[in-house]
């Protein structure tokens, strides 16, 4: 069984930050891509930024120049540092990770279960 355990959420201010914090856990063989997606209220979830298991990064246009995401190989951890938040920035986030369990086994998406973000005055 693999986990993704998300934390971080909360209210915020317009023009605030927060970091969201998501690590993966359990059998877990090797972790390619990890990534947030996040879900407005009465949206569609939608890709947030992405990261390889290199390091590269992939936005949202939205997000480009206010967001940053990382990871830790070591500890299966993405994070998702959010700056110049805005109210439209509202939504449940959602972390993923494509994992495989075993040598020679597919790999497979998995989801943690959503942090509320908030940004309103």
């Known amino acids: 069984q693999v986990q993704l355990v998300e934390s971080g959420g909360g209210l915020v201010q317009p023009g605030g930050s927060l970091r969201l914090s998501c690590a993966a856990s359990?059998?877990?063989?090797?972790?390619?891509?990890m990534g947030w997606y996040r879900q407005p209220p009465g949206n569609q979830r939608e890709l947030v930024a992405s990261i390889t298991s290199g390091g590269r990064p992939n936005y949202a246009d939205s997000v480009k120049g206010r967001f940053t995401i990382s990871r830790d190989n070591a500890k299966n951890t993405v994070y998702l540092q959010m700056n110049s938040l805005k109210p439209e920035d509202t939504a449940v986030y959602y972390c993923?990770?494509?994992?495989?369990?075993?040598?020679?086994?597919?790999?497979?998406?998995?989801w943690g279960q959503g942090t509320q973000v908030t940004v309103s005055s």
């Open positions: 993923y990770a494509v994992i495989t369990i075993a040598t020679m086994a597919p790999f497979s998406h998995y």
């Open positions: 359990g059998s877990i063989f090797s972790t390619n891509v």
